[in-house]
Structures are given as C-alpha cells and as structure tokens.
C-alpha cells in the first residue's frame, strides 16, 4: 500500500499492529513520516523497548535474528528495527530475511507478537523485486511503497499538505511554491509547516505565501539532466543558474551532462542501426523515469546532434581545465549552457 492509505489505516486502528513492516522508498521525508507514525503506535501498543540495526552484505546477520528472540529484561515488547540502505542484503541477509519473514509470520498467527519488525529499504529495483528474500517479506509483511514525489505532482502534493492545515492556494501560486522548493520536499514541508504558523485557516494570498517562502530549492545535477532530457529550456536555465549561484564544482555538472550525452549518442547510433534498445538500455541501466525521459529526449533530438553535443562536451571539459576550445566561449560555465540547451532545445 502507499503511505497516505496506510497512515490512514493507521490512525483509525493504532493498536491492530503485524508483526513484521516493510517500507520501500528514496523519499526521505515521507519514509520518516511512516517510520514516526509506525514508532508511535508501537510505543502506545507496549512496544517501548526499541532496537535499531543497520545492515549490508558483510553485516552479521545472526544478530539481527537473535534480536527478534531476545526477551526483555523488564519484560517490555520490542520494537526492531532492520536497516538497508544499499538494499542488497547478501547471501547470508536474504537467507536471514527469509528466515524472519516466516518467523514472524507465525508469531503473528499465535497472537499479539511480542516483537514488531520494520525493515526499511530504498526504493528497489526489478532484480530486488523478484528475489527469493523479497517475496518472502511481501508475502509477510506490511509492505508499504512509498513513490517519489515527481516535479510534475509537486504543486497538487503541497495543495493537499496545505488543505491538512486547512490552507488553499490558488494554482499559480502552487507552481510558483513549486519551483521554490523543487526538489526538496524536506523544505516543501518546512515551508507548508510555516504557513500554518503565519496565517489563519482558509484562503492564502499570492503576496504573503511569496513573502514567507524561502528560496530553498535543492539545484541538483540529476535535476538538471532530467529538465534537459524532457526537452525543458527554461527549467534548464534556471537549474543551471541555480547550481551556479551555490557554487556547484562545474566538473559535477558536467560529469552528469556530459556522460548522459555520450550514452544517449551511443544509443541514437544503435537505434540508427537497428539494435536492440531495450536490451542496450538495460545494459547502461536505464529505467524507469529516467529511461522514459531518454527515450523521449532520443524522439525529440535529431541524430546528428548527438556526436556534435559529444564533441562540445569535450571541448567544456578543456575550458574547465584552462585549455582553449576553438570556436568556444572563454567562460566555461556559458558553454556549459549551451551544451545542455543543444538537447533540451536542438535546433
């Protein structure tokens, strides 16, 4: 399930807990929110003995199984916590999962556990999906999947935040708060949070949401790749002149800029001669959105724009190094402009 339902599941039945938890997800904000909700309802439930284990390929796994064992010395439920931040649990961790999956499973079937288990994950991926160990947690646990939140549902997902505090905005203004916050939706929060303090319930002016909003957007390089493959001039520009302003290390940027061109030109080449793409893209792990956006951005550009866009790439890569570029501009950051604005609007 998502995490709106399952808060809201939550707060109408905090005491009816499983035994086992399994939250998936990148959105660091949201997988909080569902972490504190969840807490929460453990220690009102005598859950308030709490452990916390942070987990990869190389961790000791026993200890996590022991820890489910383990009786309290005040004779408290516990609450455990289970940690993956790569996700990849190993040979030894996928057979422990499997292991704890069906060992909660049947102390869930015997009555109220005497430990609850929240395992938490970054979003995963179609070879984690179908792994044995995974199965085995969603055939077991809760499973909550927590979606990122795209540029695309910003505005109406802080229309709705504001409508929790009993705030409405009207659309452009969304947008605008939108930009402001693009990227972090830790700060979109802080912001709707704000506005909840300043004004009273009801409608908001444009004036005063423009005053209290901070301009707090996280200009990221993986943004700013994603704006230049949908083909978004303006929100490129403004990325870029973001980055910029923070004093982003221009080889980062170009880093990302620079090896997503070459690979989109290895591709538009391989489409040109009739290979397979998905098998290609697969290869240079494309997927999901950003798959969907290169796919998009390969319709849009011409062919022959990639290996000239590969060329001023090279050329950027000079400039940044303090070698001239014939034909370039001597400040490396316009070239670097005009390197992203060749894809987002070829001409």
């Not at 708060?177 to 004004?199: P, R, S, T």
């Not at 949908?230 to 910029?244: I, M, P």
Request: net charge neutral; glycine share 6%.
């Amino acid at each position: 399930m998502d995490a709106d339902r399952f808060l809201e599941q939550l707060a109408a039945a905090p005491a009816r807990l499983q035994a086992l938890y399994c939250i998936t997800g990148d959105e660091a904000l949201l997988v909080i929110e569902v972490q504190d909700a969840l807490r929460q309802a453990a220690r009102q439930a005598g859950y308030t003995d709490r452990t916390v284990l942070t987990l990869d390929a190389r961790s000791d796994w026993s200890s996590a199984l022991a820890s489910t064992q383990a009786v309290s010395l005040f004779g408290d439920r516990q609450l455990i916590e289970l940690r993956l931040p790569s996700g990849k649990p190993g040979k030894p961790g996928a057979d422990a999962l499997q292991q704890l999956a069906a060992q909660q499973a049947r102390d869930s079937a015997q009555g109220t556990p005497e430990a609850i288990v929240m395992i938490s994950l970054p979003r995963l991926d179609k070879t984690t999906r179908t792994s044995k160990w995974f199965s085995a947690l969603e055939q077991s646990a809760c499973l909550i999947e927590i979606a990122s939140v795209d540029r695309a549902r910003l505005p109406a997902w802080i229309g709705m935040r504001l409508a929790r505090q009993g705030q409405k905005l009207d659309r452009d203004s969304l947008q605008w708060m939108a930009d402001k916050v693009e990227g972090n939706l830790l700060a979109a929060h802080q912001e709707i949070q704000k506005l909840g303090l300043l004004y009273p319930e009801g409608d908001l002016a444009a004036e005063d949401v423009h005053n209290a909003v901070l301009n707090v957007a996280r200009y990221n390089v993986f943004s700013l790749r994603d704006a230049m493959l949908a083909g978004q001039a303006e929100r490129t520009l403004r990325l870029l002149d973001g980055l910029r302003a923070e004093g982003e290390a221009l080889p980062l940027v170009l880093w990302a800029v620079g090896d997503e061109i070459r690979q989109l030109a290895r591709l538009a080449a391989a489409r040109q001669s009739g290979q397979d793409m998905g098998a290609l893209m697969r290869r240079l792990r494309f997927f999901g959105d950003h798959e969907r956006l290169a796919r998009q951005a390969l319709d849009r550009v011409p062919t022959r724009i990639w290996p000239a866009a590969v060329r001023h790439a090279h050329d950027v890569d000079r400039l940044i190094k303090g070698l001239a570029a014939e034909g370039r501009m001597a400040d490396p950051w316009e070239e670097m402009t005009r390197l992203a604005l060749r894809i987002a609007r070829p001409s």
